[in-house]
């Protein structure tokens, strides 16, 4: 079974650029995650989408930070201007089911914004 | 949401067994109780969860107390690729997962 797949692994960029991640889930799973890690600490749900539809993104910078996920499948989380402070890692994760299945996390996007 | 409390790190040498304590003292009813390991420059990894039994699976044990405020993460025979940070959770369905800082595991040769 192929595992969540994003792209791309690594992406530098200077502050006030835009940047955007990729992120395809495990096929079946209508839940998808996507999360920020920043060094030395645990990753912090930034959104949560069920199949389409947006299910919780409280944390979501909404005022730079943009996430779709079009058809239930593939999404995109968009970081328009990037500051300093948004350099992390960017992990995506699905589930069949949120809370009680077991999330599969992808690779993870590095950012470094400089 | 109930948080959790983790040793920040712990040690074990390899081949011995490694019993990760993980306290929730304010765990609802619907938590269920997760435990996600993450090694070095990947995501983090589904280890096992439960809801109120013990469980196992070809990775780990889990074994929740009685009154389901503390749990511990078992890893039966340490190798060297168990050296990750551990991360316990609670989840009631449909809400999101807190992770905090995790424990950090050595394994020593």
């Known amino acids: 079974e192929a595992g969540v797949a994003q792209s791309p692994r690594y992406k530098i960029i200077e502050k006030r650029q835009s940047v955007a991640f990729w992120c395809n889930p495990i096929s079946g799973h209508a839940t998808l995650y996507w999360y920020q890690q920043i060094l030395g600490q645990g990753p912090k749900l930034l959104i949560q989408f069920q199949n389409n539809g947006v299910v919780d993104d409280s944390q979501l910078p909404k005022d730079r930070f943009s996430a779709e996920r079009l058809k239930g499948v593939d999404s995109t989380l968009k970081i328009q201007p990037a500051k300093l402070e948004d350099s992390a890692v960017y992990l995506c994760?699905?589930?069949?089911?949120?809370?009680?299945?077991?999330?599969?996390f992808g690779p993870g996007t590095r950012l470094t914004v400089l | 949401d109930a948080k959790t409390t983790q040793p920040n790190s712990m040690e074990s040498n390899e081949e011995e067994p490694v019993h990760l304590p993980c306290n929730h003292s304010?765990?609802?009813?619907?938590?269920?109780i997760h435990w996600y390991r993450q090694l070095p420059s990947q995501g983090p990894e589904y280890v096992i969860h439960?809801?109120?039994s013990n469980v196992n699976n070809r990775m780990a044990s889990l074994a929740i107390a009685e009154d389901r405020k503390s749990s511990t993460l078992i890893l039966h025979r340490a190798t060297l690729r168990d050296a990750a940070v551990y991360y316990c959770i609670l989840r009631a369905t449909g809400n999101q997962f807190y992770f905090g800082t995790g424990t950090s595991l050595t394994v020593i040769p």
């Open positions: 994760a699905s589930s069949l089911e949120a809370g009680t299945s077991p999330e599969f």
């Open positions: 304010t765990i609802s009813g619907t938590d269920y």
């Open positions: 439960g809801l109120t």
